[in-house]
Structures are given as C-alpha cells and as structure tokens.
C-alpha cells in the first residue's frame, strides 16, 4: 500500500466583513505526527475590480493574485508556504488545498489556478509535484463509496443539439472526434495503468433525465459532460443540453445538481468541459455548478472556468485518465495534466473541487499480485482443503447496494435526529427505527429496500421474463418469498452472463467450510449449480429465558463438512430466516456476547466443526472495510477460536480504508498493517487491492496448478 509520502498545506478563506477576510493556514508533515499551524486568523482583501481588469492576461492575473494572497515578502503566509516547500522537498510532493469556507463563495470567482511561487514568480501549480485543489470541508461529508473493483467505468455524454449554430450561433460539437479523443486518451493511460478503464457513451438525446437514467442502470466511476455552459442574467449558470428531438434545451445547474443528489450511488468524479465556441462571456458557468455538485455529494468535480480550446482539453483529458488509471489520486493526477498543457495560453482554465482529504477516489491497484508474497501459502492451503474463506458486503455492494445508503434512506425517511456521522450505519439508524417502530419495522424495511433496489436496478432483465413468476417478481407484494425469489433470479443472472461472478469462483474452490458474513444465498445457488451439496447453519445468537434458539435447517445427524457437501456458516443471520438477522446495535452486542461470554455458549453458537476450522486452517476475508461493524465483531467474536494454533495463513482482502468514510486513510492503512500483524492477531497478511481481482488470481492460479480444472 502506497505511503503517505507528501506534506499538505491547507489554506482557509472566511468571510469576515464587506471588504476583507479572514486567513489561516495549517500545515501537515508525514515525518510528523502532529499538525502545525502556521498563520493564525490574519485579514486579507482582495481588489476585485483590478483583477476583473486582468482577466485577459493569465500572467497578470497570477500576480496581481498572489501579491494580494500572499502580500509581499515578510507576511505570515509567505513564510508558511516556503517553510512548506522545505519540507515539501524532502517527499515525494506537496499537497496544497484551498479551503473556501461556505461564507465566502464569491471567491470561487477567482483563478487560483494562475497563482505563482510569491519566492521566484513561477508559476506554481504546473509544477506534478504540487497537487491543488479547491477544498469543501463539511462536518457531516461521508461519501459511501462504491465496492472497488479494480475497474474503472466511465459514462461520456456529448450535447451537441441540432440548433446548436442556428438558433445560440455555436458552433456544432463534433461529437465524433470528442469521443474519439478520450478514446485514444484511455488507451494510452492502459499502457501503464493497472486498472482497467471501461468508456461507455450515451446514446440518448443528453438530457437530464437521460444522463441520471443511465447513471441508475450502470454505475459510471466518472461521469464526463461536454456541452456549452452559459450565465443567464440572474447569475444562474446554465447548461445548453438536449431534448428527446435534439433541439436545445438550456437547464439550471441545479437541475442537475438534484439528480445526482438524490442518486443512492454518485459518480466519484464528475467533469464538465466546454468548448472555445461558447465565447468568454458564458466561461463561467461550468464552474459556477462544481461547488453545488461537490456540496451534493460528489467527491471530486473538474470543471473549466474559461473557454478551453479542443487541443487543450484533449490533452489535459488524456493526462488526467492515465494518471487516475495509474493511482487513483485526483489533486496528483490535475497537477500532472495541468502540467502537460502548460504551453498552452489557457493551462490554466481547469478546475478541481474536492472533498476528500487524500484526494483518492479508488485504491491504487497497482500490480498487487507483485507486491503480495503469500500466494503459495493459499494455493497450498486450498490445496490441502483447509482454507475457510469469509464473504463480507464488498462482494455483494454492486448488486444489493451498501447498508450505508439504506441507512441514509432511513435516517431521512425517519427523522434520524442522532449524530449525522451515524446517518449513513446501518447499526445506529436500524436502533432507532426499532425503538421508534419496532424490531418487525426493520425487517419489513430492509426486505422492501431491498425489493424495490433489484427491481430498479435489473429492471431490463426483469421485463423480458413473460410468465407469472416474471409479473410477481416486476409488480408482486413485498414479502419473504419475493425478495428470496429476485436475489435468485439475480444470482442466476450474474453467473450466466459474468464467467467471473466472484460467488461462482469461489464455488469451484474445494473449500469444505464457507463463512458468510452477508445475509444472502448467492453462494448456496453457486455451489447448487457447481454440483455441489451444500448444508446451511445460522450462527445461534438469540436466546430467550437463557434458551438459544435456533433458526434455519438442521444439519443431517453425522454431517461432516467436505468438498462435495460444503457447510456455510451465516454469521449474522439469512435474509431467508428474517428472525436470524443481526442488524442494530442491541444485536451486535447480543451477538458479541452470545459467541464470547463462555465454552458452554460457544459451542452452542458456532458449530464444533467451524470453531475447528477456523483454529487451525487459513482464512481470506474478502471484502471488508475496518470500520464496518460487521468486521470488527467478525475479528473479535469468531475469528479468535480458543485454542488456535494458527497454522494455515490467514489474508484479508479490500481492507483498504476508504476515503470519506476514513479521515485519514493513508494513516488508517499503516495502523492496519501493523496491526494484522500483531501476533495476537493471529497474523493476519493484508492484500491491498480489490476482492474481485484476489479472486480472479486466485483461480487462476488454482487452475495453473491442477488444483482446480479450467473452466468449462
């Protein structure tokens, strides 16, 4: 896992009267683990009328702005800053964010892009090494990010309507060669890159409802508009997109600020572009609209604050996706495409917004089989029959969406009135809503979620079903057996039409024991379908009068798990079996006590065979996040098996804290690497990539080795 290798530098603007502001900055040394601040509260002014007067002369601009920022030799903030860059010299780079507090938005207005060094007057932000951006900080920001796949999926839409010229005197957008360039980009950014980029391009009209409908039916990582951008005369920026004849159609910002609002999964970078066509006079509006886009809840948002030449843009795109392909850092990736177009008059007409401190929008999967040592261990251990692997939400995310945005639904729909960093747990929400509602409310709402998700989301596999059992599954009454009946259906689906369904890999596996951390029976169908005989037991958790009670199958008296007849071990609870469920905090503990407080206790909640295996064999636990509820208890509750001799080699998978959810994920990766090494934890080795690519590489490898037999 990369390190946190670069110093960071945040500077924050306030309002603080009609003419002035108020300044601080802080800065941040990975050598050291406390923060510094630099520059107390200092006012500062702008002359807004001498900069307006520059806007034609980039270099003007930068100086006028950077005398007025940093005020002349000798000032607070000057100082700072060089004492940053000293620092700054002995890493890999400096990390400055522009923090424009919600007081003061007029000042996105200005082209910080075109400040220069206040030492030498270069110009600053050209240089790869300094990543910039303009910050927007919010208590309350959790971005619930999409499980990580190692893959990265772009939606490009093109407006070009069919009155572009004659009725707005634009000049057409030759929709063919834009696509064509950030086609070309891609493939370039995959020479080195080690993820995949996936284009796709709209082949609607570019409508609004158009966009957010194909951003619902396949989630995008990136979205990436091109269109003319205009401000109306009330100061509201526009964008000139389509209607379903391909006529014009100029609509607000905020229009498409509340369709990606109300998405329950948002692209994790956002860019709008125009085209030198549109005239100077509208080269604010793309830019007017990143803010509220960031406020809505996209991590990061790039857009042009100037009529950006075709030449410009293309290069700068290009950059910008091979860099993104290669790390994932979005501030590092702008600065080295900012730097590739640094000849150009408008290099500086890019903008980037964020809300993530580390700037990372997806892990850095770069070439993690290289880096991971342990696979003889694990091939060894599948081998020998004696690997358990435990299935956590990352493996289930893309297809019945994260707990966290149905806790979010929740919160809003209930009047969660807690903290609002517990809006988007599961755990606190659902302890809410029971003791609001009842124990019987949650389930009934996870189940109708749940229902009304599959249905929106395999909305085009379902129509073609033409039988009772299709209408049952579109339109039937949100019960058990429909919810049990659709994750069926898409189970069956995902395995038919994706050879690399990571629940059908892992039923091929000789794996006797599976630990199911989820609540689904996505890999039950996938070892049935294998040929496979697999036996189900539910972790006994609840008691009543100090009597456990047992819900889900009985195990067949003399049952000894093997290849042929596997045992899954449901650890909190099957969405079959509503009574097991493990979903509010009273569980959870409930749950931690039922498998811990003593021997007698124990046995009765984990079945002998489980505690066995999971004491002497390895383990994978494949897609967990460290915060995750699910996972801590998981560690603490299950894993730790009295009288384990810990010979098998034990991996977790896509642990990788993830930015908006963790404050420092850099920091938050060190601490748990060091501390899945603590022999008390058992050892336990971290894959830093996706679940899906581990799985991929492990049957691949399975299958170079005779372990398993190719695939059919």
Not at 123 to 134: A, D, G, H, M, T
Request: glycine residues 6%; negative net charge.
């Amino acid at each position: 896992m990369p390190k946190n290798e670069y110093c960071e530098l945040e500077l924050r603007l306030a309002w603080h009267d009609v003419s002035s502001y108020l300044l601080d900055a802080r800065f941040m040394n990975p050598s050291s683990d406390t923060e510094n601040e630099l520059v107390a509260p200092v006012r500062i002014t702008f002359d807004m009328a001498q900069l307006r007067d520059a806007v034609l002369d980039a270099g003007r601009y930068g100086t006028l702005l950077t005398h007025m920022l940093f005020s002349g030799a000798g000032s607070p903030l000057r100082e700072a800053y060089l004492h940053a860059r000293v620092a700054a010299a002995r890493q890999h780079g400096l990390r400055v964010r522009l923090n424009i507090q919600s007081s003061a938005p007029e000042l996105h207005a200005l082209r910080w892009e075109t400040l220069q060094d206040p030492d030498d007057n270069s110009r600053l932000l050209v240089q790869e090494n300094v990543w910039f951006s303009r910050f927007l900080s919010a208590r309350d920001f959790r971005w619930q990010p999409r499980a990580d796949s190692g893959e990265i999926s772009t939606l490009v839409v093109v407006s070009n309507p069919d009155d572009l010229n004659t009725r707005w005197n634009f000049a057409a957008i030759d929709s063919a060669a834009e696509l064509a360039r950030v086609t070309t980009a891609v493939k370039q950014g995959e020479e080195r890159a080690a993820t995949t980029i996936q284009m796709r391009t709209l082949d609607k009209p570019a409508s609004v409802f158009n966009i957010a409908t194909a951003l619902k039916q396949k989630y995008a990582d990136v979205l990436y508009i091109i269109c003319h951008g205009a401000i109306t005369s009330d100061g509201k920026p526009r964008l000139l997109l389509e209607k379903e004849d391909k006529t014009s159609h100029f609509i607000e910002g905020k229009e498409l600020v509340e369709r990606i609002r109300d998405m329950d999964e948002r692209p994790r970078l956002i860019v709008l572009a125009s085209c030198a066509s549109a005239g100077d006079e509208h080269a604010g509006a793309l830019t007017a609209i990143g803010p509220s886009l960031a406020a809505a809840g996209v991590p990061a948002v790039i857009a042009m604050q100037g009529a950006i030449t075709q030449r410009t843009s293309a290069m700068f795109i290009s950059a910008l996706f091979e860099e993104l392909a290669c790390h994932g850092q979005i501030d590092r990736a702008v600065a080295a495409a900012r730097s590739q177009v640094r000849a150009e008059s408008d290099w500086w007409m890019p903008v980037l917004f964020m809300r993530l401190r580390s700037g990372r929008l997806w892990p850095a999967f770069a070439q993690p089989d290289a880096q991971f040592d342990k696979w003889k261990s694990i091939i060894t251990d599948v081998a020998k029959e004696e690997c358990v692997p435990i299935l956590g939400p990352g493996l289930v995310e893309s297809t019945l969406g994260s707990m966290g945005n149905i806790a979010k639904k929740w919160a809003q729909l209930y009047e969660f009135p807690l903290a609002p960093q517990h809006r988007d747990r599961i755990e606190h929400v659902a302890q809410y809503l029971k003791c609001r509602q009842s124990p019987n409310v949650v389930v009934a709402e996870l189940q109708s979620y749940l229902i009304s998700h599959i249905r929106e989301r395999y909305k085009e596999q379902l129509a073609i079903l033409d039988d009772d059992v299709g209408e049952r599954l579109r339109n039937g009454k949100d019960s058990d057996q429909t919810l049990n009946e659709l994750m069926a259906f898409v189970g069956r689906y995902q395995r038919q039409h994706h050879k690399d369904d990571m629940h059908r890999l892992l039923a091929r596996l000789p794996v006797p024991i599976y630990i199911n951390a989820n609540r689904d029976n996505f890999l039950r169908d996938a070892l049935i379908e294998a040929g496979k005989q697999p036996q189900i037991a539910l972790c006994t958790w609840v008691t009543s009068n100090n009597t456990p009670q047992f819900y889900g199958p009985s195990l067949p008296k003399n049952y000894k798990p093997s290849v042929a007849e596997p045992l899954i071990f449901y650890v909190y609870g099957s969405l079959e079996y509503t009574s097991s469920l493990v979903i509010t905090e009273d569980d959870y503990f409930d749950f931690l006590m039922a498998v811990t407080r003593n021997e007698r206790s124990q046995l009765a909640s984990i079945p002998g065979a489980v505690s066995s295996a999971l004491a002497s064999h390895g383990a994978l636990l494949l897609g967990f996040q460290p915060d995750d509820w699910d996972f801590r208890v998981l560690l603490k509750g299950i894993l730790m098996q009295p009288g384990s001799s810990l010979n098998g080699t034990r991996v977790a998978v896509q642990v990788s804290p993830r930015e908006g959810l963790i404050i420092d994920p850099d920091r938050a990766s060190d601490y748990l690497a060091k501390y899945f090494i603590d022999p008390h934890q058992g050892k336990i080795h971290v894959f830093w990539g996706s679940a899906q690519a581990f799985i991929q590489s492990l049957t691949e490898r399975c299958i170079e080795q005779g372990v398993i037999p190719p695939d059919a």
